[in-house]
């Protein structure tokens, strides 16, 4: 009878136990989603909104969004295989070599931020007038997707 009891109490602390990570789980706040990747087209909808884009407007602000992506896309592609080989150094001691990794990387990472300033450019010389002072709430969110904070 008493190995029945602890049975009991044993499964009504596990249902407790459950329960509680449930709650906890779901009422705790949540991370930050990255717009990287797959929420890429929510940030164009977003941006479309926040700068009140009309339909030209939209259409050069995604092509121009779209071209930025695909450089992006290439720079990123080469800071990874410089980013290996500059890790690989330690294997071969070579610092001349590493040394000019290096350089390779912080040129390719101005390369970024200059494209990135030319494309934010490129989105302000799309606004009409009356559309100038949402470009401030456009580059916060920006910076902020960009700086992942």
């Known amino acids: 009878m008493r190995q029945l009891q602890f049975y009991k ?56 969004a779209n071209a930025h992506n695909q450089q992006v896309r290439v720079i990123e592609k080469q800071q990874a295989e410089a980013t290996r080989q500059y890790f ?27 494209l990135t300033y030319k494309h934010f450019e490129e989105v302000k010389s799309i606004l009409k007038p009356e559309q100038q002072n949402n470009f401030q709430a456009f580059l916060d969110k920006a910076l902020q997707i960009l700086l992942i904070k």
Do not use: C
């Open 88 to 114: 690989t150094t330690i294997l071969e001691a070579n610092d001349t070599l590493k040394d000019s990794l290096m350089l390779q990387l912080q040129q390719l990472e101005q390369s970024k931020i200059v």
């Open 9 to 64: 109490i044993a499964l009504l602390a596990l249902v407790f136990l459950n329960i509680g990570t449930i709650a906890f789980m779901a009422l705790s706040p949540h991370p930050p989603h990255s717009n990287r990747g797959g929420n890429r087209h929510s940030f164009l909808q977003e941006t479309i909104q926040i700068l009140d884009l009309d339909a030209e407007q939209e259409i050069l602000f995604k092509e121009s």
